[in-house]
């Protein structure tokens, strides 16, 4: 079953035979990771604990429809279908991305619908509509966020921090483009108008940071980034094409199996154990699995556990998800596939959220609406969806989800019901919902943070932690909890990253 990889990487030399690599965590960091080194010639067994690989993007078959688990935004295309192109192979082959239009719809409670539209021109008279004299503004904008993604972040995301001086070589460049500001402050330099400083600064939320806080190197907008596409059978079928690439190639998963232990022999990793009993001995070992359950629990006992362990603990993270998945009865094509569902407050959110660990009563929340775009994810007639809430992690808000959730999945149904879909609860066919408790639970995110650590300028590049480990020299990490952060483009170019960095070695 095990075979070495068929054909030749175009950007990789084809490593020693027999070189092998395990990789904890079916995440889109760990399978693009895989892929990566499979493609290289080093023989790579992925090992995912629960029984179906993807990590956040699991999914469920409920009722005849299908939720996806997250994440639900695929940008940046072209850095997926690097993973195909490294072995001669066509992504299109394996997947079919469709387009999302328009982007997003961002909705107010008093009434106003702006649509983040996928043609420039049709984009700026939705601005014009809120606030005409900021449409100058956003152009400036437009040019300065090229300017930073080009120069500062894409550069930045594309190199491994090992040092502080490799972090000091990209200073000036966002010095200059002064992206130590946070992203609100950055874009209400641009546009005056409140909810434009929404439109231009929510984006952070859905990579577990604060508009008020993140700097402004974490700014996105999608149209210097190829726009947002949608996997045709949803997310769970991007991460399928992927585990068929990889297998293609002769890489292994072993699925339902945790890993319990990161084995060492001194200062070097030597192998990985699992709760099955099973265990093997590996040339590099790479997690993707939570880094303070990668440190705390996965090297416990080891020497290397006790101090990153306790230099993870006075991080700051990021906060969890509340996530309603519902399927109804019936169609609605006036709601596009993505939507925000702000609240009354922005700012005071987001401390509730951030800072003071606050179930707010007036959230905002992400509506996911896959059928818009794929009819095929419901039965014939229905519709399914998600509403996402961003909410405290554990560590500021420790309540017992088992109880809260019923009322807080209510609450949700009742606001959308309120705003889009009036007889929602008739509608109903099967709901169900994902708490900070499950996120723990499933996937051992500490403080259930949905995105690790919070992305704050004291905790990007060489203050993030670092995809080689400084001790132990063969143990490496990829993913969000890593740089140069969350989001699939972010955890695809951390398997990048951390990929060059184990060919260096294993090659």
């Keep these: 079953m095990i075979a070495s990889a068929k054909g030749k990487s175009r950007h990789y030399p084809q490593a020693e035979l027999f070189k092998k690599a395990a990789v904890i965590g079916s995440g889109f960091g760990g399978l693009a990771l895989a892929i990566r080194l499979q493609s290289a010639g080093i023989q790579t067994t992925v090992v995912e604990a629960r029984d179906k690989p993807g990590g956040r993007a699991y999914f469920w078959e409920k009722d005849g429809f299908i939720f996806d688990a997250g994440p639900t935004i695929i940008t940046e295309p072209d850095s997926l279908a690097e993973l195909w192109e490294l072995t001669g192979h066509d992504m299109a082959a394996?997947?079919?991305?469709?387009?999302?239009?328009?982007?997003?719809?961002?909705?107010?409670?008093?009434?106003?619908?702006?649509?983040?539209?996928?043609?420039?021109?049709?984009?700026?008279?939705?601005?014009?509509?809120?606030?005409?004299?900021?449409?100058?503004?956003?152009?400036?904008?437009?040019?300065?966020n090229d300017e930073l993604y080009k120069a500062g972040s894409n550069k930045i995301a594309s190199t491994s921090f090992l040092d502080f001086k490799s972090m000091l070589s990209a200073a000036p460049t966002l010095v200059k483009l002064k992206?130590?500001?946070?992203?609100?402050?950055?874009?209400?330099?641009?546009?005056?108008?409140?909810?434009?400083?929404?439109?231009?600064?929510?984006?952070?939320?859905?990579?577990?940071?604060?508009?008020?806080?993140?700097?402004?190197?974490?700014?996105?907008?999608?149209?210097?980034?190829?726009?947002?596409?949608?996997?045709?059978?949803?997310?769970?079928?991007?991460?399928?094409?992927?585990?068929?690439?990889?297998?293609?190639?002769?890489?292994?998963?072993?699925?339902?199996?945790?890993?319990?232990?990161?084995?060492?022999?001194?200062?070097?990793a030597s192998g990985i154990t699992c709760k099955s009993g099973w265990s093997e001995a590996f040339d590099a070992v790479a997690s993707n699995a939570d880094i303070m359950h990668s440190y705390r629990d996965l090297l416990a006992h080891k020497h290397r556990s006790g101090k990153a362990t306790a230099a993870l603990k006075k991080k700051k993270y990021s906060p969890s998800f509340f996530i309603v998945h519902f399927g109804l009865k019936g169609t609605w094509p006036g709601i596009p596939h993505h939507m925000m569902l702000f609240g009354n407050r922005y700012e005071k959110m987001l401390k509730d959220i951030f800072d003071t660990g606050v179930l707010s009563g007036d959230f905002s929340s992400y509506l996911h609406h896959p059928t818009v775009t794929d009819p095929d994810m419901a039965p014939m007639g229905d519709s399914c969806f998600y509403a996402l809430a961003p909410v405290p992690h554990q560590g500021k808000l420790p309540i017992d989800w088992k109880k809260m959730g019923p009322l807080y999945e209510k609450r949700i149904l009742h606001e959308i019901g309120h705003r889009l879909i009036p007889d929602i609860h008739e509608r109903i066919v099967t709901s169900f919902h994902?708490?900070?408790?499950?996120?723990?639970?499933?996937?051992?995110?500490?403080?259930?943070?949905?995105?690790?650590?919070?992305?704050?300028?004291?905790?990007?590049?060489?203050?993030?932690?670092?995809?080689?480990?400084?001790?132990?020299?063969?143990?490496?990490?990829?993913?969000?909890?890593?740089?140069?952060?969350?989001?699939?483009?972010?955890v695809v170019s951390s398997a990048k990253i951390t990929a060059e960095l184990m060919l260096e070695e294993l090659g």
Excluded at 228 to 251: D, Q, S, Y
Excluded at 435 to 462: H, I, K, R, V
Aim: proline share 6%; hydrophobic share 40%; net charge negative.
């Design 94 to 144: 394996d997947i079919k991305l469709l387009p999302v239009s328009p982007f997003f719809r961002l909705n107010w409670p008093d009434g106003t619908n702006f649509d983040y539209a996928n043609d420039p021109d049709v984009l700026l008279g939705e601005i014009a509509k809120i606030e005409a004299g900021d449409v100058e503004g956003y152009k400036r904008y437009l040019n300065y």
């Design 179 to 268: 992206a130590y500001r946070s992203v609100y402050a950055m874009v209400s330099g641009f546009v005056t108008n409140e909810k434009l400083r929404q439109f231009l600064s929510f984006q952070t939320l859905l990579l577990g940071g604060n508009p008020m806080t993140a700097n402004a190197a974490y700014a996105h907008n999608f149209e210097c980034a190829g726009g947002i596409w949608f996997p045709k059978g949803g997310t769970n079928m991007l991460v399928a094409a992927m585990v068929k690439h990889f297998e293609r190639l002769g890489g292994v998963i072993r699925l339902s199996d945790p890993v319990t232990s990161i084995d060492t022999l001194g200062d070097r």
């Design 434 to 490: 994902y708490t900070p408790q499950d996120f723990g639970d499933d996937f051992n995110a500490y403080l259930g943070s949905a995105f690790s650590m919070e992305p704050l300028l004291s905790q990007s590049g060489w203050f993030r932690v670092h995809n080689r480990d400084e001790i132990i020299s063969n143990l490496y990490f990829v993913g969000a909890g890593t740089h140069p952060g969350a989001g699939i483009p972010g």
